[in-house]
């Protein structure tokens, strides 16, 4: 069998599987729509509170207020007891509790620091972390009015006295995300997590198909076979991937900073072994729709030690070096580096690097393992 009537078999096969098909084609097109869509207003909005006010100050009163003008916040609920808000947080109607204690007017005004109690979920993150930065904002703005009025009363002039209260002023300017949104931090990392995990259940799924049957598959070389098999699918791969890297993070505003060379580049040694490595997974694994399973389920684990979401220093070691004989690890790290921070070639020799050296490895595993279980079928 010439190596082009192969590729021609090959590509029909994987175009006449639907299961393939919609791993391959439906699994990335369907999420290059439904994974950024939590984050489509980057960051959390009008979370809902409830105030337990203690004072019933004129002040107190302005601070919910201005609470609830925050776009973070919003005041859905006052409660004269801790134990009423409490039964509210648990039954789902607010997502967290605002107590202004007791006195809080008679400290601001003896230059004390009265403090506000927040109760929230902290489990979720993104919820909690805005209400705070909601909290902090409206605090803080009312800590300033008053003690900036309480310097003009002292007989400093209106600009010093402003001047005064904050010496310093900050010019905070993001560099890597413009928008500090989580469309720009998450999504370009977890793209390539996408792909990486969609191509290795299309070659196991491949692999599991033709396991027990005989066909042009058993009529050639274990090598020629997945010469052919990683040929076709990195191609189908590079035209999705630039679909993922194109269109897709211009749809949702995500910087593109590398340039097409190092992008192709890249992302060679990452599909071949992200091929290589469902090639291995769909010989090892006895049925076929075991490979969709323990691909899905190493999903989150490889986020996670991937060192974007969660620091790698509080991962346990044995899991950040495990993640390292994947290649989302460097792929991730290197794609980052060059197209969202606009890093130069050299900053990734060593994931690069890295991914070759994946390559081979995975591409010589598989070979084994198919080899094998060829020799094993033969006997049968």
Known sequence: MSFLALLKAELKALLTNPVVILTVFGGVVFYSFLYPLPYSHQTPREQKISVVNLDMSQTSFKLERMVDATPQVEVV?????LEGAHQAFLQGEVSGILVIPEHFYKDLLLGKSPTLSYAGDASYFLVYGTIVEGLAQAGGTLAAETRVAKLVL??????QAQNQYAATKLNLKPTFNPRMGYVDYVVPAVFILILQQTMAMASGLMVGTQKHGRGYWSRVSTSKLMLARVGVLTVIYYLLSMYYFGASFSMHGVNQLA????LLSLL??????SCAI?????????RRELVTLVILISSMPLVFSAGF?????????????LSQLFPSTPAIKGFLTINQMGGDWSDISLPYSQL?????AWILLAWW????QGRLNSHH
């Open 369 to 372: 393992v198919l080899k094998r």
């Open 77 to 81: 609920r006052r409660d004269y007891t």
């Open 154 to 159: 002292d007989g400093e002039p209106l600009s």
């Open 309 to 321: 979401i969660w620091p790698v220093e509080a991962i346990p070691s044995a899991m950040v070096w």
């Open 278 to 286: 469902g090639l291995w997974v769909g010989a090892v694994t006895p």
């Open 268 to 273: 060679l040694p990452f599909l071949v072994s």
């Open 356 to 360: 070759w050296i994946q390559s081979l």
């Open 259 to 262: 340039s097409m060379g190092n």
